[in-house]
């Protein structure tokens, strides 16, 4: 079975925690109709279930998002300043991945509506870019703070993946097709 960006961004919401549509439509960035429509989809395959006290995942659908979830340490919103690419960032920490070519995961952002993608790999000497191993700290202190005090659990060789958009519906969406894209490829 397919799994799409939306579905792996509503597992990982509710994995630890029952939430209603309304919430999830407020946490996510997604409209009501799309959270409505995505959950009946993954309700139809036996993923989750919805009641009352909110959408939960079924066993089934824990095992089915848990190469997923089991590699996303964390996903958050940043706010970066020279490193800044549009008006809104989001971040995902992942940790057991393989970290592919920044270009090809660009594309994924861009084609949810995203405008930018950066890739940093955690070293010994802290957040660094993927494709030179440049440290963040070296270059700009103050996103390293941000990032180091938003992420500060990190070891050696996760990847933080932050994509930037026009807005956080944007910025969202080509989040969590990055991190399906980057999973995808250690499945």
């Known amino acids: ?16 925690e029952r939430l209603g549509r309304r919430r999830l439509a407020d946490r996510s960035g997604l409209t009501e109709m799309v959270v409505r429509v995505e959950l009946e989809r993954m309700r139809s395959e036996g993923l989750v279930r919805l009641d009352r006290s ?30 800044q ?3 809104h960032e989001a971040a995902a920490h992942l940790s057991s991945v393989t970290v592919p070519p920044a270009w090809m995961l660009r594309d994924e952002a861009i084609r949810e509506g995203a405008t930018a993608l950066m890739l940093l790999v955690h ?12 440290t963040i700290r070296s270059l700009n202190p103050a996103d390293a703070d941000e990032i180091e005090t938003t992420f500060s659990d990190a070891n050696d060789e996760d990847l933080l993946i932050i994509v930037s958009g026009p807005t956080r519906q944007q910025d969202r969406r080509g989040l969590w097709r990055v991190i399906r894209a980057i999973v995808q490829q250690k499945t």
């Open 123 to 134: 070293t010994s000497n802290g957040w660094a870019f993927s494709h030179n191993q440049e």
């Open 1 to 16: 079975m397919e799994i799409s960006s939306v579905a792996l961004q509503l597992a990982y919401a509710v994995r630890r």
């Open 85 to 87: 690419l549009d008006v």
């Open 54 to 83: 909110g959408v939960a995942l079924t066993i089934k659908g824990k095992r089915q998002f848990a190469a997923y979830l089991d590699c996303i340490r964390s996903v958050h919103d940043l706010h970066l300043g020279s490193l």
